[in-house]
Each structure stands twice: as C-alpha cells, then as structure tokens.
C-alpha cells in the first residue's frame, strides 16, 4: 500500500499536454522532502527523469516539468509524443515510516 | 558512465533464499548508497533497502525486516541482496539502483533479476 497516490492512467493526443498528480501527506511530501519521477519504458528499468522537484537531468527533453506544493507533486509533459508512452512514477522519502516510499504509478497512453 | 550490472534469472521454491548481485562500474563505488528495488507482475515500484558499502551498515523496510540481508564488496564494486524464507508473493523483478550525490535520488539503475518462486 504505498502512500503517494497517483492517479492509475491518463492519456492526450499527440501534441497535447498531460498531468499526473503525486498526492502524498504531511509525513513526506508535506515535510518539505523533494519529490523525483522516474519513467518506466515497457520491459525496461526506471529512469530518472525529474529530481529535486523540478530539475532535469543530462538529456531528458524540457517538454517534461516538475512542480509541488504542500502535499502533492505534478509531473507535466507537454507537446506529448508516441514515445513517451510509459509509467510514471513519483518517489519521496516517507518520515514515520523511515523509508523511501513510491508512487502507485501512471500508464501515459498516447491516443 | 556508471553501469550497474545484476545477476540472472532464477527460479526458487517456497521457503528457500535468494541472493541477487549487482557489480558496478563507471563510477566510485565505495561513497554512493546502492539501493534495491522491486517490482511484482503488474505492480508498481517497492524499495527495500539500501546500503553505503564505505559504511558497510544497511537499513531495510519495515516490510522486510528480518528477512532480507543487503550487503557489499568494495573490492569488488558488489553489492549484494539476499531474501530468505520466500513466499511466492516474492515473486517480481528486483532492481539495484545506486543512490546519486543527492540522498534520494535513484540515478542509475542495474537491467533487473527476475525472481520466480515456485514449487
């Protein structure tokens, strides 16, 4: 039972722009822990794709954004492309329970 | 480029161990957390543990306290993940990912060790 909600899929035409949410508590997210997303290609490992909130590693397109506030997170992508047809997930650290915790995930489905 | 390479396929019955390597490469090894992470059929992402192989002490997950042994070889750039007393909801993918210059970071990641447990 993981304590970062997301929501389980979204999906957008090619072009359009999608959000996924990462709601989580005053334990993680809310205590002021950052929050990274990783990408999870179909068969393959996770990537880091965003850290620290909102920061972009070495060669992952700036048409993918982090943001949070308070308790939740977003991850955005804009200008959605075929290729970016995979699961997201969000990551923080969880304070009662001494661990790092993730996201339940989200299916991007490009339509 | 840090490269983490883990070990392959296996296949155990109910109530038997596991120990999953990971071996290193591309960076310094000693100074970042390895971090093990699994993934059942379907499901979505699980962190067990981690360790700091300078440190040598490991701190695991709740969930898998008592049953899991995470350890590491620096001469060997090594880390290892041992699970006991399998279950077949121990089934999944596990993942090593090391632990970049930031604490919580999962910077790279090993290919991942498909884990069946079947009797």
């Known amino acids: 039972q993981s304590v970062l909600t997301q929501p389980p899929s979204v999906s957008g035409a090619p072009g359009q722009r999608v959000t996924i949410s990462c709601t989580g508590s005053?334990?993680?997210?809310?205590?002021?822990?950052?929050v990274h997303w990783y990408q999870q290609l179909p068969g393959a490992a996770p990537k880091l794709l965003i850290y620290i909130n909102n920061i972009r590693p070495s060669g992952v397109p700036d048409r993918f954004s982090g943001s949070k506030s308070g308790t939740s997170a977003s991850l955005a992508i804009t200008g959605l492309q075929a290729e970016d047809e995979a699961d997201y997930y969000c990551q923080s650290y969880d304070s009662s329970l001494s661990a790092y915790v993730f996201g339940t995930g989200t299916k991007v489905t490009v339509l | 480029q840090v490269q983490l390479v883990q070990s392959g396929a296996e296949v155990k019955k109910p109530g038997s161990s596991v120990k999953v390597s990971c071996k290193a490469s591309g960076g310094t090894f000693s100074s970042y957390a390895i971090n093990w992470v699994r993934q059942a059929p379907g499901q979505g992402l699980e962190w067990m543990g981690g360790?700091?192989?300078?440190?040598?002490?490991?701190n695991y997950a709740q969930k898998f306290q008592g049953r899991v042994s995470i350890t590491a070889d620096e001469s060997t750039s090594t880390a290892y993940m041992e699970l006991g007393s399998l279950r077949s909801e121990d089934a999944a993918v596990y993942y090593c990912?090391?632990?970049?210059?930031?604490?919580?970071?999962?910077?790279?990641w090993g290919q991942g060790t498909l884990v069946t447990v079947s009797s």
């Open positions: 360790i700091i192989p300078i440190f040598g002490t490991a």
């Open positions: 990912a090391r632990e970049g210059g930031v604490t919580g970071i999962f910077d790279y």
């Open positions: 005053n334990s993680n997210i809310g205590t002021d822990y950052d």
